[in-house]
């Protein structure tokens, strides 16, 4: 497996067949327990253990909801706010059993907390340290997601999944780590905190 630094722009115009990643069943996840988070499905790797599907709340840790972005005046909208937003892939429900939800990273830094009681985001350096586990690619690696940029516009659901680590950069990027299966190779991105990325858990 190779590690590269290359644009989000760029993996949009490379054809690409892939597989899909993710953190949590959506029927668990959604919404759990505040008290009892033990019916989160979860896996080890190296030692850690991590959702087994990509995050899927629509609320914070608190109970307060999460702003469901399903135009593109919307996630642009939350974007300026800097307002913690989340949307299904294409806006369709469907995908969001398979894939989670997509969120920006005003809502991986929102005080209130994103992750359920007990798990956390990963930095950039913890996550960096997940990809290289041996069981990485073979647990998640059909659970791809694709992205959502920053004007709304949806990408590469099956063919890419980069997700949001908790590491910020500046007041308008963050860190954000990717895979994508066609070539084997991992990315490593320093992405506007506007654009929707999926989110692995770890506890």
Request: aromatic share 12%; charged share 20%; proline share 4%.
């Amino acid at each position: 497996m190779q590690t590269i630094l290359q644009s989000f722009g760029f993996i949009f115009i490379m054809p690409i067949v892939l597989l899909t990643f993710s953190c949590k069943d959506s029927t668990q996840i959604n919404n759990p327990d505040p008290v009892d988070n033990d019916t989160i499905s979860r896996i080890t790797l190296c030692n850690q253990s991590v959702m087994k599907m990509n995050l899927s709340v629509d609320r914070y840790r608190d109970g307060t909801p999460i702003r469901e972005a399903q135009t593109n005046s919307d996630w642009i909208d939350a974007d300026a706010k800097g307002e913690g937003a989340w949307c299904y892939y294409s806006n369709n429900s469907q995908f969001g059993v398979t894939y989670g939800k997509l969120y920006n990273w005003h809502a991986v830094n929102n005080p209130k907390g994103l992750a359920p009681t007990g798990w956390r985001i990963p930095t950039d350096e913890e996550l960096d340290g997940l990809m290289n586990c041996t069981d990485f690619i073979p647990k998640f690696g059909t659970l791809l997601g694709g992205g959502r940029y920053p004007d709304g516009m949806f990408l590469n659901r099956g063919q890419i999944g980069i997700w949001w680590t908790s590491t910020g950069v500046s007041t308008s990027q963050a860190k954000a780590k990717g895979y994508m299966a066609s070539f084997g190779i991992r990315m490593n991105y320093t992405e506007m905190k506007g654009r929707g990325f999926s989110i692995l858990c770890i506890k």
